[in-house]
């Protein structure tokens, strides 16, 4: 009797900004659990923004979530990333220019990933990121070229529009944060993957971090216009619907193939800001949310394993 072919694992996660500590926090509860790192539990790994971020550490590096919790507890990673410009604290309300500055992200992650490129990883790559050159949506692989440095790749899918510039890579394009288009990877990231192992089941783990929550009085929006609306958040509001409409259907589609992990973040006294974790107290509260969600679903997890 012919053997059936092993599955492959694609691991995906959303962009959230600096609450990437709860999706770190989940992985690290699941390598507890197994005794294996998440760069040996997944064939693929995508990521959105922040998401893209973790990915280039995991695959460049070979790291576990423990050692990027490390990173980010003891040697101040976010902290580094997240340098403010020197003007008045009301410039910075107004966002005339980006609330954090770009050379120091690009210098801490150029130090972090050093030299590495997209031909060093032994495992697939998956990262979305906007060019703007292009005015299109566009997928970084292993297969993309030029062969880009995991550094520039990282750099350019965190520049958030209004929290950083936009970052020039070496093929001349200027690129912003993918989430814009693409904050959750996971269907097409899963289609990416039946590509590249045709013969093969394919098996998804999709972790969020945090849906954020916006209240809004329908009596004054009634005399909103467009800066109100903006002040209200509602980029973020169309952002959030379209990413659980994306879940909705990649769920539907592909059934128990796929496990998303996502919770309302109000429901656990977390802050909504994306830029909000870079202090001590939010820090061990987004680990804590992590280890929540895993508890929540490690039946779910365990039998997803099983089913490998």
Not at 179 to 200: E, F, R, V
Not at 227 to 251: F, H, Y
Request: net charge positive; glycine share 8%.
């Amino acid at each position: 009797m012919k053997d059936l072919p092993h599955s492959k694992t694609v691991l995906s996660l959303d962009g959230g900004g600096s609450h990437l500590l709860i999706q770190l926090s989940v992985l690290a509860c699941l390598e507890n659990d197994t005794g294996t790192s998440t760069y040996d539990l997944f064939d693929l790994i995508a990521g959105s923004s922040s998401g893209g971020l973790m990915t280039c550490l995991i695959l460049g590096h070979r790291w576990s979530a423990h050692r990027i919790i490390e990173k980010i507890l003891h040697e101040k990673l976010l902290e580094k990333i997240m340098a403010k410009h020197h003007f008045s604290r009301l410039m910075s309300k107004l966002q005339i220019r980006p609330k954090y500055q770009g050379i120091p992200k690009k210098l801490t992650l150029q130090k972090e990933l050093g030299n590495l490129r997209l031909s060093s990883l032994d495992k697939q790559l998956f990262i979305p990121c906007f060019n703007l050159n292009q005015d299109q949506l566009e997928i970084f692989t292993n297969d993309s070229q030029p062969d880009f440095l995991l550094s520039e790749i990282a750099d350019a899918c965190t520049a958030a529009p209004s929290y950083y510039p936009p970052v020039l890579l070496q093929d001349g394009g200027w690129r912003i944060d993918g989430g814009i288009g693409m904050n959750n990877p996971g269907l097409s990231a899963y289609l990416y993957a039946q590509k590249c192992w045709n013969q093969n089941p394919i098996k998804m783990l999709s972790i969020g971090s945090g849906w954020r929550s916006f209240i809004v009085n329908g009596t004054k929006a009634c005399k909103y216009g467009g800066l109100q609306w903006s002040a209200q958040g509602i980029a973020s509001i169309i952002l959030r619907e379209k990413m659980l409409a994306n879940v909705r259907t990649t769920t539907e589609i592909l059934g128990n193939q796929v496990l998303y992990i996502n919770h309302y973040l109000k429901d656990y006294d977390m802050p909504d800001q994306m830029d909000s974790a870079n202090n001590k107290i939010i820090q061990k509260k987004a680990l804590d949310i992590g280890k929540r969600w895993y508890a929540l679903h490690r039946e779910q997890i365990h039998q997803w394993l099983k089913d490998q």
